[in-house]
């Protein structure tokens, strides 16, 4: 499978399969079932990708730009510094993603169930539709939501369900340590000690699940 351009892959099973660097620019992978595949660094820019199941996958460095996620099953991925510019993620399952130095901008994250993300350093900026149905037990550390348009009214109960630091850049008059930020840490933590703390407070939601 490494040179798909394009080609119709519709409900495909690829679990498990090795895919680092396949080329699917454009490939039909609606619904496709990719649990646990490697797909490390993969070229699926406008890949049609809709309801497709990538349950803890290897997604690191892949690029998806303009993609269409809509529904995908992606819980538990690892979608580090994955290019995901423009992609459709509406509805997309992403609870306890990781998502640390992913670029979204211009992405849309509506309705995106993203309970326990780690979303560090991802990249969102005013282009990018933000308005996921959850945020509950995500960690957010590095990231500039200033520029984000979501309206105060929806972003800020959004954002008091998530754990950050110090070095989250808030709109809507939002302050670390403060309410109704007053579980997040006034400081710009190290990794590990954002990792335990983070980590903590997720232990202490009734709804989150074990580590």
């Known amino acids: 499978w490494p040179h798909l351009k394009g080609d119709q892959m519709f409900g ?6 090795n895919l680092w660097g396949a080329e699917l ?3 039909d992978l609606g619904w496709a079932k990719m649990q646990g595949a490697n797909l490390r660094g993969a070229e699926m820019q406008g890949a049609y990708l809709r309801g ?3 349950q803890g996958a290897y997604l690191g460095w892949a690029k998806m730009q303009g993609a269409n996620l809509w529904g995908a099953e992606m819980q538990g991925a690892y979608l580090g510094w994955a290019e995901m510019q423009g992609a459709n993620l509406r ?3 992403m609870q306890g993603a990781n998502l640390r130095g992913a670029e979204m901008q211009g992405a849309d994250l509506g309705w995106a169930e993203m309970q326990g993300a780690n979303l560090r350093g991802a990249e969102m900026d005013s282009s990018t539709s933000f308005n ?3 945020l ?3 960690g957010l550390k590095e990231v500039d939501y200033t520029t984000l348009t979501t309206d105060c009214a929806r972003l800020v109960p959004l954002l008091a369900e998530t754990f950050g630091d110090a070095s989250v850049k808030l709109p809507c008059g939002l302050v670390p340590g403060k ?7 006034d400081e710009d933590l190290s990794f590990d000690d954002f990792e335990n703390q983070w980590h903590a407070w ?3 939601l009734d709804d989150q699940p074990p580590e």
Request: charged share 20%; hydrophobic share 40%.
């Open 202 to 204: 997720q232990r202490s």
């Open 179 to 185: 309410a109704p930020l007053e579980h997040w840490s």
């Open 52 to 54: 497709a199941e990538m």
């Open 25 to 27: 620019q454009g490939a």
């Open 91 to 93: 509805g997309a399952e």
């Open 132 to 134: 996921p149905a959850t």
């Open 136 to 138: 509950r037990g995500a």
């Open 12 to 17: 495909a099973k690829m679990n498990g399969a």
